[in-house]
């Protein structure tokens, strides 16, 4: 399997949750023309507790896997509450996948996109599959919100690592640079394109092997 773009695990770690806060809310808003219900309401409550925990763990070297446990208790105490939360399991999703626990992760952020196939929570599935090496469900993923949001960059990108790690360079890189094209300054997409171009610049000055085809 090929993973381009590649950082120090704690790096990684950091910058993810300094962005879970802004993917965990937008999981949490009521689809489109409806309002939260009671039951959703309390158990939305109950979700920014255990992201306030998720949070807090993060800014411990190394994570405080003891206050992340405790958040995955508060998320299952408010799926009880509600148990069509999608937020509380995107949340649950990033929360095993702090623990290493990339199998339990991808039920996770499956079922968030069962209850709401939003484009945001089919981009956090094909995540997972990736960093779990299954780009064929990773693709699937990133098609999936594609139907949803065909100008969703990070989904293109998303599309275009699966791509890869399927063996399919010349299409990966199409999607490269198509996220690129919907937003100029999504650094990711470059770098993937960037380290792809020179892979492929390394493997052609190669030179051939006596009796190679």
Same mark, same amino acid.
């Given at each position: 399997?090929?993973?381009?773009?590649?950082?120090?695990?704690?790096?990684?770690? @950091?910058a993810v949750i300094m962005g879970a $806060?802004?993917? *965990?809310? !937008?999981? %949490?808003?009521?689809?489109?023309? +409806?309002?939260?219900?009671?039951?959703?309401?309390?158990?939305?409550?109950?979700?920014?507790?255990?992201?306030?925990?998720?949070?807090?763990?993060?800014?411990?070297?190394?994570?405080?896997?003891?206050?992340?446990?405790?958040?995955?208790?508060?998320?299952?105490?408010?799926?009880?509450?509600d148990s069509r939360n999608?937020?509380?399991?995107?949340?649950?999703?990033?929360?095993?996948? @702090?623990?290493?626990?990339?199998?339990? $992760?991808?039920? *996770?952020? !499956?079922? %968030?996109?069962?209850?709401?196939? +939003?484009?945001?929570?089919?981009?956090?599935?094909?995540?997972?599959?990736?960093?779990?090496?299954?780009?064929?469900?990773?693709?699937?993923?990133?098609?999936?919100?594609?139907?949803?949001?065909?100008?969703?960059?990070?989904?293109?990108?998303?599309?275009?690592?699966?791509?890869?790690?399927?063996?399919?360079?010349?299409?990966?890189?199409?999607?490269?640079?198509?996220?690129?094209? @919907?937003?100029?300054?999504?650094?990711? $997409?470059?770098?993937?394109?960037?380290?792809?171009?020179?892979?492929?610049?390394?493997?052609?000055?190669?030179?051939?092997?006596?009796?190679?085809?």
């Amino acid at each position: 399997m090929i993973r381009l773009v590649t950082v120090a695990a704690r790096r990684w770690m @950091l910058a993810v949750i300094m962005g879970a $806060a802004i993917v *965990m809310a !937008a999981a %949490a808003m009521p689809l489109e023309g +409806s309002q939260p219900s009671g039951a959703r309401a309390r158990s939305d409550k109950i979700v920014a507790q255990a992201e306030a925990l998720i949070m807090q763990a993060g800014r411990s070297d190394p994570v405080d896997t003891a206050k992340v446990r405790r958040a995955i208790a508060s998320l299952h105490d408010a799926l009880g509450v509600d148990s069509r939360n999608d937020s509380a399991y995107v949340d649950l999703g990033f929360c095993y996948g @702090l623990l290493h626990d990339g199998s339990t $992760a991808a039920d *996770m952020y !499956a079922k %968030a996109t069962q209850i709401n196939p +939003s484009p945001a929570n089919f981009k956090e599935l094909a995540d997972i599959y990736l960093r779990v090496g299954n780009p064929d469900d990773a693709l699937m993923a990133a098609n999936a919100g594609l139907v949803k949001d065909p100008n969703n960059a990070k989904l293109h990108n998303a599309k275009g690592m699966a791509l890869l790690d399927l063996g399919r360079p010349d299409e990966a890189e199409a999607e490269f640079r198509k996220a690129i094209q @919907l937003d100029p300054g999504f650094a990711v $997409a470059r770098d993937n394109l960037r380290a792809l171009n020179e892979r492929a610049a390394r493997h052609a000055s190669k030179p051939t092997q006596p009796g190679s085809h």
